[in-house]
């Protein structure tokens, strides 16, 4: 399968450590910002981090109003950071954020779309993201990356269905219709 590239911005990650802490577990994987935090570990995507990605997810998530356990922040934190791609010393970008602190989230996505195409950047917060990398599906809330991840997921089905007919069944199909 296609490996993809994504950016996860703090606040999915805040999202994940709420619904672990506050709903069953059943309940909690059931969530989108929890779901897709299992990808790394399933190879379905390769998060991208830097210093200062991960230094912002280590100050938010450990914030008192937050109230989360140590072991909750490590897990979480973790979830991302063991498959981790590191991209130091992004591109600057030309657009101001409405929050300074997602500028660094942006800069990221924006290198990575400038060599590998299957890109993506995840957040609650849209609307802090310029319009058009919205609209390109650049950046998405975690909904439509699951459901992009699904479709890549038919695509290689599809693709390896292909590849076998290629290899085994095209010549079987063609025997049995010259038998005819």
Request: net charge negative; glycine share 2%; charged share 20%.
């Amino acid at each position: 399968m296609k490996k993809i590239l994504v950016v996860i911005d703090t606040n999915v990650l805040v999202s994940a450590a709420y619904n672990l802490r506050n709903y069953d577990t059943e309940e909690a994987s059931k969530r989108h910002c929890n779901v897709l935090l299992e990808k790394p570990a399933a190879g379905e995507i390769i998060p991208v981090v830097n210093e200062l990605i991960v230094s912002e997810y280590q100050r938010k998530i450990a914030e008192e109003k937050f109230s989360f356990s140590s072991t909750l922040q490590e897990q979480i934190i973790n979830s991302v950071l063991t498959y981790a791609l590191n991209l130091d010393n992004p591109r600057e970008v030309e657009e101001r954020l409405p929050d300074p602190s997602d500028t660094i989230f942006y800069k990221v996505i924006t290198d990575l779309c400038g060599s590998y195409a299957d890109s993506y950047l995840t957040t609650g917060n849209l609307k802090h993201f310029p319009l058009q990398a919205r609209n390109l599906n650049i950046v998405v809330n975690p909904k439509t990356l699951l459901m992009i991840l699904d479709d890549y997921k038919n695509i290689n089905t599809c693709l390896d269905r292909i590849n076998y007919l290629n290899q085994n069944g095209w010549q079987m199909i063609t025997e049995n219709i010259a038998c005819l």
